[in-house]
C-alpha cells in the first residue's frame, strides 16, 4: 500500500510520532512518504492508498497549516482511505473531561475543514521543555502540577504509547 504521511508539528513529538508511524508501515510492507503538511497542500492525494494527517493540539487548536491542508484536500480526504493523528498530553490521562475536550476539539477541526476522519488515532504526546521558551516553560509545569505530573524544568517527558500507536496503525489498515 502506498501511504502519504502528512505532519505539522510545533515543538517535535508530532514529527517524532509520525516518523514512528512512516518507519513501522514501511516494516510492514508498505511504501511511506512523509512530509510536513505545508508541503502536501498542492500533492494529488489521489496517488495513494491511504492518507495519515498528524498535528497537535496546543491550546484547544491544531496548527493552521494542518488545518489549511485539511481544507484544500478536504473532498479527496473524504473519499480516501484517511484517517486523522492528533497528539495532545491530555490523551495521557484518563480524565473524562480531557477527553470530552479532546472530541470536541476533532469535531471543530472537522467543521472548520469540511473533512470529517473516520479514524481519529489520539496519541500522548510529550512535555518537550528543552523547546519551551520561559514563559511557556513556566506555563506547562503549571499544567502538569495540576495533574499531578511530576516534571523538571529542562527536562523532556515523553508520554507516547508506541504499542498502542503500532495497533491503532493496524486497526486503521485493517492488518492487526
Not at 32 to 43: G, I, M, S, Y
Not at 67 to 89: C, E, H, I, M, P
Amino acid at each position: 500500500m502506498k501511504i502519504l504521511i502528512a505532519y505539522a508539528s510545533t515543538e517535535g513529538q508530532t514529527r517524532k510520532i509520525a516518523r514512528y508511524c512512516a518507519d513501522y508501515l514501511t516494516e510492514q510492507g508498505h511504501t511511506v512518504e512523509l512530509c510536513p503538511a505545508e508541503d502536501a497542500t498542492d500533492t494529488s492525494l489521489s496517488r495513494f492508498d491511504a492518507v495519515l494527517l498528524a498535528g497537535s493540539l496546543h491550546a484547544g487548536n491544531y496548527q493552521p497549516v494542518l488545518v489549511d491542508l485539511a481544507k484544500a484536500q478536504a473532498g479527496t480526504l473524504r473519499n480516501a482511505k484517511a484517517a486523522f493523528l492528533s497528539v495532545s498530553l491530555a490523551a495521557a490521562g484518563d480524565d473524562t473531561e480531557d477527553w470530552v475536550g479532546l472530541r470536541n476539539c476533532v469535531t471543530r477541526f472537522a467543521e472548520e475543514t469540511g473533512w470529517t476522519p473516520k479514524t481519529v488515532m489520539h496519541v500522548a504526546g510529550a512535555f518537550r521543555f528543552s523547546e519551551y521558551d520561559f514563559f511557556k516553560s513556566w506555563a506547562m509545569r503549571w499544567i502538569a502540577k495540576e495533574k499531578d505530573q511530576s516534571v523538571k524544568p529542562g527536562e523532556d517527558k515523553e508520554y507516547t504509547d508506541w504499542a498502542a500507536l503500532k495497533t491503532a496503525l493496524g486497526d486503521w489498515l485493517g492488518t492487526a
